[in-house]
């Protein structure tokens, strides 16, 4: 096997206590160095360099060597080149807060790793050793996402709980105008009670009043004819009388 995908049967779980002290090399160092006079042919690199975009020149011309020139089998190492890659920064990434390392990867991934990690075991124990390890890790990552999803869910929540209690705030302070509102309505309505009774009361008494006078009117106007008829009769009786006849 070229010196990009060879390696040794060392489990990818041996060294997670102890991948956050150390850097993961750079892609180009996991090629070992060569000499060659001849450089790769053009059209192969030209056809890399598309599929790869991500990677330097210098990597792509040491894969088409070490190949052989064989165009598929490059390819084959620079994906397994690309995977390890990814691999080594999954097992630096921490989880924040400075907790126990969770590895971040895809399905297809995860199966690669499964399928890598029982062939590289030596016997059964060494399988189920890794078996152990790997679904290990999958539940961390598994709990690590739903931990995330339940912040962010926590997170819409509060937002949402702020959001409703500053309705209800606006609820209550509205409702607390239109009770101020209904109080001053009353208010006016039994002050307009009020003046309709004092109106109707004045109305009672200016009523009275005009019977009162009616019958004062009345009573005025049989005294006159009462002064006037004793009058006619004073003017009536013939000369003067002896005051002790009346």
Not at 54 to 80: F, P, V
Not at 137 to 166: C, P
Request: some cysteine; charged content about 25%; glycine content about 2%.
């Amino acid at each position: 096997m070229s010196a990009i995908v060879c390696g040794c049967k060392r489990s990818l779980f041996d060294d997670l206590s102890s991948a956050a002290a150390s850097s993961s090399p750079p892609v180009s160092k996991k090629l070992r160095c060569f000499s060659s006079s001849s450089s790769p042919p053009l059209l192969l690199l030209h056809h890399l360099a598309a599929l790869f975009p991500d990677m330097d020149n210098h990597i792509l011309e040491r894969a088409i060597e070490e190949c052989g020139d064989d165009l598929d089998s490059a390819i084959r190492s620079l994906n397994q080149l690309r995977l390890e890659s990814a691999r080594k920064n999954s097992e630096e990434a921490k989880v924040e807060g400075g907790k126990e390392q969770v590895l971040n990867l895809d399905g297809n991934e995860w199966v690669e790793l499964f399928v890598r990690e029982m062939t590289n075991a030596s016997d059964m124990k060494d399988a189920k050793d890794r078996a152990a390890r790997a679904l290990q890790a999958l539940e961390k990552s598994i709990n690590a996402r739903a931990g995330a999803d339940a912040a962010a869910t926590q997170s819409s929540l509060q937002q949402e709980n702020s959001m409703l209690r500053q309705q209800l705030e606006a609820i209550v302070q509205e409702n607390s105008l239109l009770k101020r509102a209904v109080v001053t309505q009353q208010k006016r309505q039994r002050e307009t009670e009020d003046q309709s009774q004092e109106l109707q009361r004045l109305r009672q008494m200016v009523t009275q009043y005009q019977e009162q006078l009616r019958t004062l009117e009345v009573n005025n106007y049989a005294l006159t004819l009462h002064l006037k008829q004793a009058q006619q009769n004073n003017s009536s009786i013939p000369g003067r009388y002896h005051p002790d006849v009346f």
